[in-house]
T-cell receptor, first 113, second 114 residues
Framework: AQSVTQLDSHVSVSEGTPVLLRCNYS??????LFWYVQHPNKGLQLLLK??????LVKGINGFEAEFKKSETSFHLTKPSAHMSDAAEYFC???????????FGIGTKLQVIP | KAGVTQTPRYLIKTRGQQVTLSCSPI?????VSWYQQTPGQGLQFLFE???????NKGNFPGRFSGRQFSNSRSEMNVSTLELGDSALYLC?????????????FGPGTRLLVL
């Protein structure tokens, strides 16, 4: 069985300050982990993915995430928030099976000017 | 390369009716997955098709069904609509033959059931 927990439903940061969105996962097998972003009234866009290569994964728009097996975490970070980062972010876990995926409940990021 | 397209983008139906949603995957992608997104339940996996076969299914009642055609286009059908079926329905395509490959999402179809 697999599960994913996004620890914050809402995060608010000031423009130019760091962003941290937290995600913990549970998986019986070596997981693949993803972060997706959804802007209002849009579909989901892939930010980055971890698939058992480097533990520090760099994504688009300056985001990165670090896979920590000992902590079962895959937190998303960005050094400096931009207004355009305001959106909802989803952490996703999948074991190595056939397209069996579990989405987190989402974290809404608010960026204050 | 064109992205995932979904039609229609918006739908209004009444309880008891049925609805069919369509998804055209990225060219060359043979896997299509469907998700339901609601404010209360978040994103929930409905089912996934690969090469015209349903390969995975989520925990939804039998009123929700789907199919995939030989050109990889997929349709999702919901019969006997209920108010709780109001949601954004997202389709995603990927190359995956085995394991999990990156999914590319369409813009969704927003269904409102009155």
């Amino acid at each position: 069985a697999q599960s994913v927990t996004q620890l914050d439903s809402h995060v608010s940061v000031s423009e130019g300050t760091p962003v941290l969105l937290r995600c913990n996962y549970s998986s019986s097998y070596s997981p693949s982990l993803f972060w997706y972003v959804q802007h209002p009234n849009k579909g989901l866009q892939l930010l980055l993915k971890y698939t058992s290569a480097a533990t520090l994964v760099k994504g688009i728009n300056g985001f990165e995430a670090e896979f920590k097996k000992s902590e079962t975490s895959f937190h998303l970070t960005k050094p400096s928030a931009h207004m355009s980062d305001a959106a909802e972010y989803f952490c996703v876990v999948s074991d190595q099976g056939y397209q069996k995926v579990t989405f987190g409940i989402g974290t809404k990021l608010q960026v204050i000017p | 390369k064109a992205g995932v397209t979904q039609t229609p983008r918006y739908l209004i139906k009444t309880r008891g009716q049925q609805v069919t949603l369509s998804c055209s995957p990225i060219s060359g992608h043979r896997s299509v997955s469907w998700y339901q997104q609601t404010p209360g339940q978040g994103l929930q996996f409905l089912f996934e098709y690969f090469s015209e076969t349903q390969r995975n299914k989520g925990n939804f009642p039998g009123r929700f069904s789907g199919r995939q055609f030989s050109n990889s286009r997929s349709e999702m059908n919901v019969s006997t609509l209920e108010l709780g079926d109001s949601a954004l329905y997202l389709c995603a395509s990927s190359l995956a033959q085995r394991g999990f490959a990156t999914q590319y999402f369409g813009p969704g179809t927003r269904l409102l059931v009155l």
